[in-house]
């Protein structure tokens, strides 16, 4: 498994991404390829499987990306068949940080009307309750992760075909899920009834694919048709086509807002917007919220790009790249020493000297999650000669941990649940911090009157600690919600 990096629990992760396909030729190099276009939401492992009428069902789960374990021939030709599904993964549940190849994903089940196999993006929230009820109950875990209970609950359905089955089974997950799964002749992809996790469906000539984002299906060619819709269920066969169902009980949508300022990739569009749009949008509302005298706008590169290019416009603020990024510098380096470690952000990140010099200088960024790599890159500003650093920050402060899908620190790690701005700002040792306020960061998502204090649009829950579905596993563990009254 590759090394995580010092620098890199310095952010919220995206933890999988999910890539089907049907009636197509050869379904293992679409689906490889549009992992590798969905690599961003999870570096970890990924996993392949198909099925080919004469020689079903074959997997190929592998630790790293995907580029080095689905190109090699060995491998794609095991993998024969017109469906396919795949997985990518940056674990969230399951033996976190060990990962064993058995919580690779897909998983797959073998049933009295032939076998399935799913891929989940997203965290079941009462994963625990249903393991403990499933193990009295006879049922034989082989991994340690959440998604493996949809298989089980799956297999306990008195229903007659998978699809039901795995409706059955899904009316008793709570949290988040964006499901892509796939029968012998099937592709089935489900959204959960707030749509927490993205899922979108597109068309490559008489097949169809399912994709966490649509990037995935420019990768490979495919048209992007539409979203799946929160709680939504669609059985997709080659020769049939769409058919979609809504098998859950109708509630308020809730995706998650972090997607349009992080996770997802800049080229992707979501709710009908690009995400980089958004981010451009986000960067212009934090201009107009928190103007600064300075010189230069910078981003804290790649993700603070957008949203510095919006600052800058709004602003009138020259946008330039004080930093540079080591586009080199992947997960894969080689095991690090002390000494490397200890380099930490320098390995990723060089500052543009000759730019920054007698400066007074804007940093976008993305997020402040512990505050560590902030302070280390305020740090080699200021020792490349800047007069001044201010932090312009994309999000609201992150002081709640996510449950439904996103790798988050415990809440005590998180920077803004201990302290205030102003506090922030001194800790930092920055000239000034400002963040994006909520509503600010609703109006940039297109939602021009802001949040709604009733019902918000969007997840929002690691902002507001106003938490959509309750993550009965960690209340289990003592965490402590906010009062409702707060
Ligand atoms: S808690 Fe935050 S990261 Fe998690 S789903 Fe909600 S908005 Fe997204």
């Known amino acids: 498994m590759p090394p995580a990096h010092p620098f890199d629990d310095d952010k919220l992760r995206e933890e999988c991404g999910i890539f089907g396909v049907v009636g197509v030729k050869d379904a293992a190099s679409f689906v490889a390829l549009g992992l590798h276009a969905l690599q961003h939401r999870g570096q970890e492992a990924g996993g392949i499987v198909t099925h080919d009428p004469e020689l079903g069902f074959n997997s190929a789960r592998r630790f790293g990306y995907v580029r080095d374990n689905f190109t090699s021939s060995d491998v794609m030709e095991s993998l024969p068949g017109p469906i396919g599904i795949g997985h990518v993964r940056y674990s969230t549940a399951g033996s976190k940080g060990q990962t064993a190849i058995r919580d690779v994903q897909p998983f797959f089940g073998e049933f009295s009307m032939g076998g399935a196999a799913i891929a989940h993006n997203g965290n079941i929230t009462n994963a625990n309750a249903l393991r403990r009820e499933l193990i009295d109950r006879g049922s034989i875990f082989q991994s340690s992760s959440d998604s493996e209970c949809i298989i089980h609950l799956m297999a306990r359905s008195l229903q007659r075909n998978i699809p039901e089955r795995m409706e059955d089974a899904l ?43 649509t990037c ?38 809730k995706f998650c807002i972090f997607e349009h300022v992080y996770f997802s990739r800049p080229d992707s569009i979501l709710g009908g917007r690009s995400v980089y749009e958004t981010r451009e949008s986000i960067g212009r509302e934090l201009a107009k919220e928190s103007p600064v005298d300075a010189d230069l706008v910078c981003p804290v590169p790649d993700s603070g790009t957008p949203a510095a290019i919006g600052y800058s416009l709004e602003s009138g603020i020259p946008y330039a790249m004080g930093i540079i990024r080591n586009q080199y510098m992947g997960r894969t380096f080689i095991e690090p020493t002390e000494q490397i470690r200890n380099m930490g952000v320098r390995l990723k990140l060089n500052v543009n000297r000759a730019l920054i010099q007698g400066k007074r200088v804007i940093l976008v960024d993305d997020s402040v999650v512990r505050g560590t790599t902030s302070r280390k890159i305020k740090e080699m500003i200021l020792d490349a000669g800047a007069k001044e650093v201010h932090f312009r920050i994309a999000s609201p402060p992150t002081a709640w941990p996510c449950f439904y899908g996103v790798d988050t620190p415990q809440r005590e790690k998180l920077l803004a649940a201990t302290m205030t701005e102003d506090e922030m700002t001194k800790h930092l040792a920055v000239n000034s911090l400002k963040f994006i306020s909520l509503d600010g960061l609703y109006r940039a998502v297109g939602e021009s009157q802001g949040r709604s204090k009733e019902c918000p649009q969007y997840c929002d829950a690691c902002f507001s600690g106003e938490y959509p579905v309750t993550p009965a596993d960690m209340v289990e563990k003592g965490f402590q919600m906010q009062p409702a009254a707060e």
């Open 171 to 213: 009316r008793r997950v709570e949290g988040a899920f964006s499901i892509v799964a796939m029968t012998r002749t099937k592709l089935i992809g489900v959204r959960d009834p707030l749509g927490v996790r993205p899922l979108v469906l597109g068309k490559i000539g008489d097949g169809w694919c399912l994709s966490s984002e």
């Open 216 to 253: 995935a299906l420019d990768i490979i060619g495919a048209e992007f048709v539409r979203e799946i819709e929160p709680g939504e269920m669609v059985e997709i066969n080659a020769e049939r086509g769409v058919e979609s169902l809504f098998p859950f009980r109708r509630q308020p949508p």
